[in-house]
């Protein structure tokens, strides 16, 4: 069983950066690749950028390419989210998702994801 955390959410004025956390349990953390989401209202969940178990490959949404960067720590049991550049079109509830154990490879569908964060809002003010 994985059970994973998000914080560092929070309201931003457009332009502003945010660096969201996902502390994972478990001694497993490095054997299952991870991923973030967003669920703005009214709209489905949607694929912000994944990271392989070991870091060594990463991918984003066309629409964050180069405004958010993935990364993890498996030492220290953490993803991270770095936003630059946040537009009001970001705003939404950011969830962190781990795959199964032993599943290593990026995935962009939340279906491909077994373990899910409780999410943390992010707020992008114009």
């Known amino acids: 069983q994985v059970q994973l955390v998000e914080s560092g959410g929070g309201l931003v004025q457009a332009g502003g950066s945010l660096r969201l956390s996902c502390a994972a349990s478990?001694?497993?953390?490095?054997?299952?690749?991870m991923g973030w989401f967003r669920q703005a209202p009214g709209k489905d969940r949607e694929f912000v950028a994944a990271?392989?178990?070991?870091?060594?490959?990463?991918y984003a949404a066309d629409s964050v390419k180069g405004r958010f960067t993935i990364s993890r720590d498996n030492a220290k049991n953490t993803m991270w989210l770095q936003m630059n550049s946040l537009k009001p079109e970001d705003t939404a509830v950011y969830y962190c998702?781990?795959?199964?154990?032993?599943?290593?490879?990026?995935?962009?569908?939340?279906?491909?994801?077994?373990?899910w964060g409780q999410g943390t809002q992010v707020t992008v003010s114009s």
């Open positions: 998702a781990a795959r199964g154990i032993g599943k290593l490879g990026m995935r962009y569908t939340p279906s491909e994801y077994d373990y």
């Open positions: 478990g001694r497993t953390f490095s054997t299952y690749a």
């Open positions: 990271i392989t178990w070991s870091a060594g490959d990463t």
